[in-house]
């Protein structure tokens, strides 16, 4: 996702498979924030503040953007939003963990 070609890819994807919320893993940004890709999308995301390492994020479309009440960068491995539906609030958690195989 460093590259923005890569970010063009996935919301490409987003659209034909009709996804609203989209939620990424080792994306590899720096700091944590929030960012509008382009019309109608928009990106949260939470990384490493040290190295471009792991690092989650959640790409909604605009509808969603709005609707959202709040987020919370937890860790570069973690992040929750919360939205505000028609008839109750909608929590999302996002989260990337490390699965390695030790004989």
Request: proline share 2%.
């Amino acid at each position: 996702m460093s590259q923005l070609s890569k970010t063009e890819q996935v919301i490409k994807q987003m659209i034909q498979y009709k996804i609203d919320i989209l939620a990424l893993s080792e994306v590899r940004w720096t700091s944590m924030g929030e960012k509008r890709i382009d019309k109608e999308h928009t990106i949260i995301y939470s990384g490493n503040d040290a190295t471009r390492d792991q690092g989650v994020a959640l790409l909604l479309t605009n509808v969603f953007a709005q609707a959202m009440i709040s987020w919370t960068p937890v860790s570069s491995r973690i992040i929750t939003a919360r939205f505000l539906g028609s008839h109750a609030k909608l929590s999302i958690v996002a989260c990337y963990i490390v699965t390695c195989y030790c004989p």
